[in-house]
C-alpha cells in the first residue's frame, strides 16, 4: 500500500498569510494526487486533481504542485473561510490511500 | 448541478448488516466511476470501496473485503453498499464520491454523508 504523509499534522497562520502544507507519497504516485478542504461537520470539498489542476469553482489562491513522490498545497493568501482540514490523496492505485489530514487554524 | 445524497445510515449491533444508498442526479450516472469513503468520529478520511461506471470493476480496502459489497443500479441514478458482519470499528459518517472518469477514484463531487453506529 502507498502512504501519504502529510505535514504539518497542524499550523496556526493569520488571515492574509501564505501557508504551505506538504504531502509525500511512500512511493511514486506520477502525478495522481488530490487534495480537499474539510470544515468541521461537513462533507469533504475537491480542490485539486492532477497534482495541480483546480477544481472547478475553487479560488484561484489556491494551488498544487509537485510529482513522483512529493507534493505541496499552496494557498497564497489567506482567507476566513480557508481555516479547514485538508487531506491529500493518491489514487494511482488501489487501496486509495489519503494523508492523515493537516488542521489549519487561526492565529 | 451535481447532488448526492446517502441514506440508510442507523444504529445497529455488532454483527448485525446494513444497506447505504447513494441518489444521484445532474450528471450522467453511468459514465462515471463511485466509491464510498468512511470517516470514523474525530479522524480521519478512509476510502472503503470503488465501482466502475459500468459496474463490471471493483476494488474494496482490506478492512471491508469479504463484508461489504458495493454495487450500483443505472437505470436508477443509485450506489449502493451493502455491509455485513458489522463490527464497532465500521462506526463512522460514510461519504459516496463521484470520480471524474469511468474509472478510477479521483473524486471531484462528494455527498453529505450518513452515519452508522455499530454498538450494542
Known amino acids: 500500500d502507498i502512504q501519504m504523509t502529510q505535514s504539518p499534522s497542524s499550523l496556526s497562520a493569520s488571515v492574509g498569510d501564505r501557508v504551505t502544507i506538504t504531502c509525500r507519497a511512500s512511493?511514486?504516485?506520477?502525478?495522481?494526487l488530490a487534495w480537499f478542504q474539510q470544515k468541521p461537520g461537513k462533507a469533504p470539498k475537491s480542490l485539486i486533481y492532477?497534482?495541480?489542476s483546480l477544481q472547478s469553482g475553487v479560488p484561484s489562491n489556491f494551488s498544487g504542485s509537485g510529482s513522483g513522490t512529493d507534493f505541496t498545497l499552496t494557498i497564497s493568501s489567506l482567507q476566513p473561510e480557508d481555516f479547514a482540514t485538508y487531506y491529500c490523496?493518491?489514487?494511482?492505485?488501489?487501496?486509495?490511500?489519503f494523508g492523515q489530514g493537516t488542521r489549519l487554524e487561526i492565529k | 448541478e451535481v447532488q448526492l445524497l446517502e441514506s440508510g445510515g442507523g444504529l445497529v449491533q455488532p454483527g448485525e448488516s446494513l444497506r447505504l444508498s447513494c441518489a444521484a442526479s445532474?450528471?450522467?450516472?453511468?459514465?462515471?466511476?463511485m466509491s464510498w469513503v468512511r470517516q470514523a468520529p474525530g479522524k480521519g478520511l478512509e476510502w472503503v470501496s470503488t465501482i466502475s461506471g459500468g459496474g463490471g470493476t471493483t476494488h474494496y480496502a482490506d478492512s471491508v473485503k469479504g463484508r461489504f459489497t458495493i454495487s450500483r443500479d443505472n437505470s436508477k441514478n443509485t450506489l449502493y453498499l451493502q455491509m455485513n458482519s458489522l463490527r464497532a470499528d465500521d462506526t463512522a459518517v460514510y461519504y459516496c464520491?463521484?470520480?471524474?472518469?469511468?474509472?478510477?477514484?479521483?473524486?471531484?463531487?462528494w455527498g453529505q454523508g450518513t452515519l452508522v453506529t455499530v454498538s450494542s
Open positions: 492532477a497534482a495541480s
Open positions: 445532474g450528471f450522467t450516472f453511468s459514465n462515471y466511476a
Open positions: 490523496q493518491q489514487y494511482n492505485s488501489y487501496p486509495i490511500t
Open positions: 464520491a463521484k470520480s471524474a472518469m469511468v474509472r478510477g477514484a479521483n473524486f471531484d463531487n
Open positions: 512511493q511514486g504516485i506520477s502525478n495522481y
